[in-house]
T-cell receptor, first 114, second 112 residues
Framework: DGGITQSPKYLFRKEGQNVTLSCEQN?????MYWYRQDPGQGLRLIYY???????QKGDIAEGYSVSREKKESFPLTVTSAQKNPTAFYLC?????????????FGQGTRLTVV | GEDVEQSLFLSVREGDSSVINCTYT??????LYWYKQEPGAGLQLLTY?????DMKQDQRLTVLLNKKDKHLSLRIADTQTGDSAIYFC????????????FGQGTELSVKP
């Protein structure tokens, strides 16, 4: 089935360690996005990529990094510079740069830093 | 600046109608969306409305848009316990399909 897959579902890391969250899609979408969700704050855009080998910062990019070496994959690294990394992370994809395009979301990764 | 506001909680009885409200600030938004999130899961698109429309109906869902007041609402008719979830209002940023500005989410609780 076509869809967007995030792994793992739950992730625990010690403070000061970098951690990489996986996002893979087989929808043939050009655009991919990472959002962070905190209770009572909705979703905020971290990074997005409109095409392979290109990506742009979103509203809260500090402390995060991404790569887009393949169309299907858009991994997010949470670095030790991110002050409050514990959150629910959602990856999404859509047809590139068009209005009224549904953004398909993965099931999310809950990251807990202890 | 860009901002989308929603009330955080709504509680209704099964069979009643639910109305979830949202206000937004960016008048250049071309599409406005309603997403549903069940516990521990991703977001599912419920419906959307183009900014030059006033109303859109899709089965039990009715979306009303007041562009002058920048107010969007989602009405769910005959609300069921399975409708219990968090509902997010979102506006598009220009012509960027997946670049969305989300409200805080309204947690809908449906009591039998």
């Amino acid at each position: 089935d076509g869809g967007i897959t995030q792994s793992p579902k739950y992730l625990f890391r010690k403070e000061g360690q970098n951690v990489t969250l996986s996002c893979e899609q087989n929808l043939n979408h050009d655009a991919m996005y990472w959002y962070r969700q905190d209770p009572g704050q909705g979703l905020r855009l971290i990074y997005y990529s409109q095409i392979v080998n290109d990506f742009q910062k979103g509203d809260i990019a500090e402390g995060y990094s991404v790569s887009r070496e393949k169309k299907e994959s858009f991994p997010l690294t949470v670095t030790s510079a991110q002050k409050n990394p514990t959150a629910f992370y959602l990856c999404a994809s859509s047809v590139r740069d068009r209005d009224n395009t549904e953004a398909f979301f993965g099931q999310g990764t809950r990251l807990t830093v202890v | 600046g860009e901002d989308v506001e929603q009330s955080l909680f709504l509680s209704v009885r099964e069979g009643d109608s639910s109305v979830i409200n949202c206000t937004y600030t960016d008048s250049s938004s071309t599409y406005l969306y309603w997403y549903k999130q069940e516990p521990g899961a991703g977001l599912q698109l419920l419906t959307y409305i183009f900014s030059n429309m006033d109303m859109k109906q899709d089965q039990r869902l009715t979306v009303l848009l007041n562009k002058k007041d920048k107010h969007l609402s989602l009405r769910i008719a005959d609300t069921q316990t399975g409708d219990s979830a968090i509902y997010f209002c979102a506006e598009s940023r220009g012509n960027q399909g997946g670049k969305l500005i989300f409200g805080q989410g309204t947690e809908l609780s449906v009591k039998p």
